[in-house]
């Protein structure tokens, strides 16, 4: 009897297990096809000079000095973005985030920049990214679902309304020009998100998107709408940097699971010391390419905090503190929470505000 009982449960599992690998296999292999099929052709080309100039930014925006960022005088302003006229920075001091948006000579475009998280919450929240399965139903897009915690950081806080101010005061000044939209780590999450927003809900169809080392914000339906919304994304990813490994991709939960979409760069190195040299493989056009970074264990936090040689962390370990002067404090608007926001009309001339 016993025996029996044992034998049925068996094969009951041994079934159930045919049937979710045949389940996942399916519908896996179902949407990766899907995304192959659409957008194989026109898949985003990467520059890599225009990707050492859009580093500089993503590297320059974790600084806390603000009155050196707001004049474009700070330490990792370098050459590459030299004209670069500041019209907004914004610093939402109650969720620790920081952004700005300006105006470049060389790509000619208007620069969008998120911080990413900051300083020693870093670990705990590269923690928190295993555990994360909170998704929220992408507004408007059936079955696509994303990471609550990367979109309330951009549509909730005061991010958004000061990036889309910025951006219409922008192009009032100097027209319909090409929209640049960067960030590094959770700053890559957000700098997705604005680019959806601005392209379904402002109807801009010159957005262009490149991250450094982003995690994972949505599940594979919301990975194709992405990709064939905003076909120009650059997603560059760093040897063993573990975030691009997070939230964890599951192949048995096809419906579930986190999904990256293309198109992913991976830089990483060959040799040792003195004869190493880097390579930078472009990727294909599925997202989850797996001779890419998915080759490898995402292990390092140190390959997540340089891109390119340059460093993608704050400058102060005190993280989320504003240093600012006199000049600062009173051109900037602070809400009720302390938030900050520095604005500059477009029409005013640059020089003025060095000092
Ligand atoms: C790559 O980007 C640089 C910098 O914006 C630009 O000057 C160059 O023309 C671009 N190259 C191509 C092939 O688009
Ligand atoms: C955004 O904030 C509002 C109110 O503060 C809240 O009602 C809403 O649920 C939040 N949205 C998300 C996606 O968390
Ligand atoms: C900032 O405002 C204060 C008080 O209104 C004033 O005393 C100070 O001179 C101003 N600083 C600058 C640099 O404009």
Known sequence: MVFLHFNFSMKKTWWCFIFVTWLCLFSFSDARTELKARHTEHLAQYNHTLALILVEYASAVYL???????????????????????????????????????????????????????GHSLQNWIEDLYWKQHEINYPDMDDAMVHRGF?????????????????????????????????????????????????????????????????????GVFASLYSELIPNTIRVTHDHDMV?????????????????????????????????????????????????????????????????????KSDDPEACRIVTNSYVQNTSIRDSKGNLILSRDPATPFLQLRR
């Open 151 to 219: 979109y309330t950081a951009y549509h909730n806080t005061t991010i958004r309304p000061a990036v889309l101010g910025a951006v219409e005061r922008a192009k009032k000044f100097y027209g319909d020009i090409q929209i640049i939209v960067i960030g590094h780590s959770m700053g890559g999450a957000m700098a997705a998100f604005c680019a959806l927003d601005l392209t379904v809900n402002k109807q801009e169809n010159k957005v262009q998107v490149m991250t450094f080392g982003q995690p994972r914000i949505g599940n």
């Open 64 to 118: 806390s000095d603000l009155t050196q960022l707001f004049t474009w005088t700070c330490s990792r302003c370098g050459h590459l973005t030299e004209g670069f006229e500041i019209i907004e920075l914004v610093v939402d001091v109650e969720h620790c985030l920081q952004a700005f948006v300006g105006v470049a000579e060389d790509p000619h475009a208007i620069i969008i920049a998120f911080r990413g998280t900051n």
């Open 244 to 312: 691009p490994h997070l939230p964890p991709y599951y192949y048995y939960l096809p419906q579930k699971t986190y999904q990256h979409y293309p198109r992913e760069v991976w830089l990483y190195n060959i040799g040792l010391g003195s004869l190493a040299y880097r390579v930078e493989k472009i990727c294909d056009g599925s997202g989850e390419d797996p001779s890419c970074s998915r080759s490898v264990s995402g292990t390092s936090i140190t390959d997540h905090l340089v891109y390119y040689g340059l460093d993608m």
